[in-house]
């Protein structure tokens, strides 16, 4: 079973549309990072939020850590075709020397 | 600096061979991971060096898997008796502490025929 649970698995919208991807887990975690990955790369970071309730925000993406960070959202305002991409979030525990667990990301596909 | 620089990016072997995959970190970045990504799958934690020190390794990393990190540099990770279960993108990361974020390379795509 997966420690962090990431929804929707699939998401294909229309460019101008606004999106939410959750990430949520039954466990906390001491920061929580965002990663978009193309077919073929490995994943780059987005951003790392560290404080319960903290917010980020990059350009059209707003990032949100849960009060009791053991969850997460990334919201994309006026999605583009750019923005097309496996988006992963990833955790780290307290109690591991750290090592991230990942979600099993969502496919976002945008269309023009 | 160029970033995560990972070698070879695609490897096709015939099951049972041994294959060796490298590493090259940020050169100040003092934590070096290895991580495993099949598809449709987040990538999945195999070790991970801190300096030359492997301080933790997955269940995940079986006997036939083993990784190396002389001098606190380059890594490398070496498969025994390749299966074909082995198949997938092995990710190399490195970072500065665990607050800052994580760089990935590119990975290597291995193909066990």
């Known amino acids: 079973t997966q420690l962090l649970e990431q929804s929707p698995q699939f998401l294909s919208i229309q460019e101008g549309e606004n999106l939410t991807v959750y990430c949520n887990s039954s466990?906390?975690?001491?920061?929580l990072q965002w990663y978009r990955q193309e077919p073929g790369e490995g994943p780059v970071l987005l951003v790392t939020v560290v404080t319960g309730g903290e917010v980020k925000k990059l350009k059209r993406l707003t990032f949100q850590f849960g009060d009791a960070r053991k969850d997460s959202s990334l919201h994309i305002t006026a999605a583009q075709p750019g923005d097309t991409g496996l988006y992963l979030c990833a955790g780290i525990r307290g109690s591991t020397l750290g090592r991230l667990y990942f979600g099993r990301g969502t496919q976002l596909t945008v269309w023009p | 600096d160029t970033g995560v620089s990972q070698d070879p990016r695609h490897k096709i072997t015939k099951r049972g061979q041994n294959v060796t995959f490298r590493c090259d970190p940020i050169s100040e970045h003092n934590r070096l991971y290895w991580y495993r990504q099949t598809l449709g799958q987040g990538p999945e934690f195999l070790t991970y060096f801190q300096n030359e020190a492997q301080l933790e390794k997955s269940r995940l990393l079986s006997d036939r898997f083993s990784a190396e990190r002389p001098k606190g540099s380059f890594s490398t990770l070496e498969i025994q008796r390749t299966e074909q279960g082995d198949s997938a993108m092995y990710l190399c990361?490195?970072?500065?502490?665990?607050?800052?974020?994580?760089?990935f390379g590119s990975g290597t795509r291995l193909t066990v025929v």
């Open positions: 466990s906390v975690f001491s920061s």
């Open positions: 990361a490195s970072s500065f502490g665990q607050v800052y974020g994580y760089t």
